[in-house]
């Protein structure tokens, strides 16, 4: 059984509990304009490409051979002809070995067993602090044997695991993993069906059903909801939330505040960020939004993953 990731995150301390490894699987149904991991959105792998790091050296056109990728007349540019690329990273392969990383390929299939064997290296970490494996994305269920076969191999290793998960996927998939994941992380993005499709591309009517029957199974649930200023935060669909949220077997509820850290990867996939100039919500906002959480649910609410 194999699979396409594009990272694996050691040591990280939010995602769930404890010190954790992310493993990031490629594929989503969703287009997010918040989205910090637009290379994830894809199924397969594809090619980054940073301008700034270019030194011109023509390795990569060399490396291709098959004029994807073409110097532009009359500038000191490159662009690559994407909807020939098939991601095989030769460009990338070869821009490497010349020292400057402007070429970068983002997905790469693996087994469950070579996924296990980085998982496993930091067991000692797993242990002592209470953490595990996170599988994230993208969205894993795109990908659903080769998540169901990595969970059951981490659940065979005694390790804690967790899925985070836009939501967006067959029931029958969830059910198929739901035995071997000891927590879900499940987005809330929008609660009004007609503007989560214009924010996310898809409607939330799956999404709901599906967060509705995974509580019915008393599943460890954590509701996340993304904070995206004149998006998701108008009071009236903070409430909604929360109405929605405390009716379910939840945990608790993480407010995740909207960063532009991954802003940048979409111009170097060839792809507009739609969101540019948005700021992030400051500390005192995201208080006020905690408050209307609780205020509206007998949640337990924080801020943060």
Same mark, same amino acid.
């Given at each position: 059984?194999?699979?396409?990731?594009?990272?694996?995150?050691?040591?990280?301390?939010?995602?769930?509990?404890?010190?954790?490894?992310?493993?990031?699987?490629?594929?989503?149904?969703?287009?997010?304009?918040?989205?910090?991991?637009?290379?994830?959105?894809?199924r397969e792998? @594809?090619i980054?490409?940073?301008?700034?790091?270019?030194n @011109?050296?023509?390795?990569?056109?060399?490396a291709? $051979?098959?004029?994807?990728?073409?110097?532009i007349?009359?500038?000191?540019?490159? !662009?690559?002809?994407r909807? !020939?690329?098939d991601?095989?990273?030769?460009?990338?392969?070869?821009?490497?070995?010349f020292?400057?990383?402007?070429?970068?390929?983002?997905?790469?299939?693996?087994?469950?067993?070579?996924?296990?064997? @980085?998982?496993?290296?930091d067991?000692?970490f797993?242990?002592?602090?209470? $953490?595990?494996?996170?599988?994230?994305?993208?969205e894993?269920?795109m990908?659903?044997?080769?998540?169901?076969?990595?969970?059951?191999?981490?659940?065979?290793?005694g390790?804690?695991?967790?899925?985070?998960?836009? $939501?967006?996927?067959?029931?029958?998939?969830?059910?198929?993993?739901?035995?071997?994941?000891?927590?879900?992380l499940?987005?809330?993005?929008?609660?009004?069906?007609?503007?989560?499709?214009?924010f996310?591309g898809?409607?939330?009517?799956?999404?709901?059903?599906n967060?509705?029957?995974?509580?019915?199974?008393?599943?460890?649930?954590?509701? !996340?909801?993304?904070?995206?200023?004149?998006?998701t935060?108008?009071?009236?669909n903070l409430e909604?939330?929360?109405?929605?949220?405390?009716?379910?077997?939840?945990?608790?509820?993480?407010?995740?505040?909207y960063?532009?850290?991954?802003?940048?990867?979409? $111009?170097?996939?060839?792809?507009?960020?739609?969101?540019?100039?948005?700021?992030?919500?400051?500390?005192?906002?995201?208080?006020?939004?905690k408050?209307?959480?609780?205020?509206?649910?007998n949640?337990?609410?924080?801020?943060?993953?």
């Amino acid at each position: 059984m194999s699979g396409i990731i594009f990272n694996i995150e050691r040591f990280a301390i939010h995602d769930g509990p404890g010190i954790r490894t992310l493993v990031f699987l490629k594929g989503c149904p969703l287009r997010c304009l918040w989205c910090s991991n637009p290379e994830g959105q894809n199924r397969e792998p @594809e090619i980054l490409f940073d301008a700034e790091k270019c030194n @011109e050296c023509g390795s990569c056109i060399k490396a291709c $051979g098959r004029g994807i990728i073409e110097r532009i007349h009359g500038a000191a540019k490159l !662009r690559i002809k994407r909807e !020939r690329c098939d991601g095989c990273g030769d460009c990338a392969k070869a821009c490497k070995e010349f020292g400057t990383d402007a070429l970068q390929i983002a997905g790469r299939c693996v087994s469950v067993q070579e996924t296990m064997n @980085e998982i496993v290296k930091d067991r000692i970490f797993y242990e002592n602090s209470g $953490g595990g494996v996170t599988l994230s994305g993208g969205e894993p269920l795109m990908q659903p044997e080769f998540t169901r076969s990595l969970l059951v191999g981490c659940k065979d290793a005694g390790l804690h695991t967790a899925m985070e998960t836009t $939501g967006f996927a067959s029931f029958d998939s969830f059910r198929r993993i739901l035995k071997s994941v000891d927590l879900v992380l499940f987005d809330i993005k929008h609660m009004d069906s007609g503007l989560h499709k214009e924010f996310t591309g898809v409607t939330n009517k799956l999404i709901i059903r599906n967060a509705e029957r995974i509580s019915d199974l008393n599943v460890p649930l954590i509701a !996340r909801i993304p904070v995206i200023p004149g998006y998701t935060d108008p009071a009236q669909n903070l409430e909604r939330t929360a109405r929605f949220i405390d009716k379910l077997n939840v945990d608790e509820v993480h407010l995740l505040p909207y960063h532009f850290f991954g802003s940048s990867k979409y $111009g170097r996939l060839g792809r507009e960020y739609k969101l540019s100039g948005l700021q992030p919500p400051d500390k005192n906002r995201m208080q006020e939004i905690k408050r209307i959480i609780e205020s509206d649910s007998n949640l337990k609410v924080q801020i943060g993953g």
